[in-house]
């Protein structure tokens, strides 16, 4: 198998670890390329990091913080509900502080979360949790006490695993014969369409095209059924996957959008080739406008202490002397720094702070929910940017 580089963003610490700063002295950096497998049409990190220094008991992003994140939830939990049995049995792999579990019944829910403060969380509220890995192992353990699965879903975790054959392996062992693997995460096509570079940080280990998601599960035992566009995350697909062998089926022409997609060059090298070109330009162009913000006199802000920020931050050098500080609502980000370029990172206030002239949108996936929030800033002439799709006033 061999993986062809084709974008490389240089050197880059844990997205998610806010830190210290007596901690900075030993940050772990590692290289962020990407590349397509040129078997699967996968596009994959060159490198992985090691999970375990991703997800720990200190993992930072709460799923539940936001109210589009809560809404698109219990939409989903709906939408899923019709076709399963009744008092399905469900497993979340990758369940977070349980934002999606909590919309289910707790005696017949189970949930995986490798952090353990979350695992401790949502076994508080009555969801077996098992604080692991999802691995061959963890489903054999699982099948053994609570048997087979009627849903295994996953939000934002699939594409987090670097060994994709086992953990679908270990998902189609786990599934009843007539049961659901539903999983959501960033697409490539609308990565490369909105130029969101930002989507690439340790955690993506992969991001997907269906091209090389229906390559991995078809020789693991799964096909896909359906597939769902989200505009959650900077836009999502939403895979429906049953075992082989299951006779489910939705009225879904899984060739047709293959061949869609294939026009959009997911799996093109010279397509992905002028994404990287486009990725120099927008930090060239980021860079530009904050140094003519800088030479203005404007104070800047980071609304959102993302893991999307930490890519661009580190691949633009853009640090303390051009962002002010990083406000975020989530109380384990607060007090900390951002890894890597060291912005101090503030408790967001009800609203954005008088003397702030403009604010860069680290969570630009939320630009709705925060101009609806920010709306006194904008109306007091207080401005917003962002990268997407190109660099530029919002
Ligand atoms: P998200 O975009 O999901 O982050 P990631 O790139 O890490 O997947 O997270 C949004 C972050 O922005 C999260 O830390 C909460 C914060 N946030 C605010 O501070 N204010 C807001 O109004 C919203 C919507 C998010």
Excluded at 287 to 310: N, P, Q
Aim: charged share 20%; glycine share 6%; hydrophobic share 40%.
């Amino acid at each position: 198998m061999s993986i062809i580089k084709f974008l490389d963003l240089g050197s880059q610490p844990i997205a998610n670890g806010f830190l210290t700063q007596e901690e900075f002295a030993d940050e772990f950096f590692f290289n962020l390329s990407v590349g397509l497998d040129e078997e699967t049409r996968l596009v994959t990190q060159m490198e992985y990091v090691s999970p375990d220094k991703m997800f720990n008991d200190s993992y930072a992003y709460r799923g539940s913080l936001s109210q589009t994140m809560r809404s698109h939830f219990s939409e989903a939990t709906e939408s899923l509900a019709p076709h399963l049995p009744k008092s399905p049995k469900v497993l979340e792999i990758g369940s977070n502080d349980g934002v999606f579990i909590k919309n289910w019944e707790t005696k017949t829910t189970f949930a995986v979360e490798p952090c353990s403060n979350f695992a401790d969380e949502t076994n508080n509220l009555g969801y077996t949790t098992y604080a692991s890995f999802w691995d061959t192992k963890l489903s054999e353990q699982i099948m053994s006490e609570q048997g087979c699965m009627d849903l295994i879903y996953a939000a934002n975790c699939m594409c987090h695993i670097p060994d994709l054959d086992e953990t679908f392996k270990a998902v189609s062992n786990l599934l009843a014969p007539e049961g659901l693997f539903v999983f959501e995460d960033p697409s490539l096509v609308e990565m490369l369409s909105r130029n969101s570079y930002d989507q690439i940080y340790d955690e993506h280990a992969h991001i997907f095209s269906v091209t090389a998601l229906n390559n991995l599960l078809n020789r693991n035992g799964l096909k896909i059924i359906n597939v769902e566009a989200l505009s959650v995350h900077g836009g999502s697909n939403r895979i429906w996957a049953a075992r082989s062998d299951s006779p489910k089926t939705f009225s879904f022409d899984l060739e047709l959008y293959l061949v869609q997609e294939g026009m959009s060059g997911v799996d093109n090298l010279g397509v992905l080739d002028n994404f990287a070109t486009k990725v120099l330009l927008s930090k060239e162009n980021l860079i530009e406008l904050l140094h003519t913000f800088k030479m203005e006199d404007k104070k800047v802000i980071s609304y959102g202490a993302t893991s999307k920020s930490t890519t661009i931050f580190n691949y633009c050098n853009i640090d303390s002397s051009l962002i002010d500080c990083i406000t975020d609502t989530t109380p384990e980000k607060q007090g900390k720094y951002s890894p890597g370029t060291h912005i101090r990172i503030v408790a967001a206030p009800l609203q954005i702070d008088d003397a702030v002239d403009v604010a860069f949108l680290g969570a630009w996936n939320f630009e709705k929910e925060i101009k609806k929030k920010e709306h006194k800033f904008v109306e007091r002439g207080g401005q917003f940017i962002t990268h997407v799709p190109h660099v530029r006033l919002v």
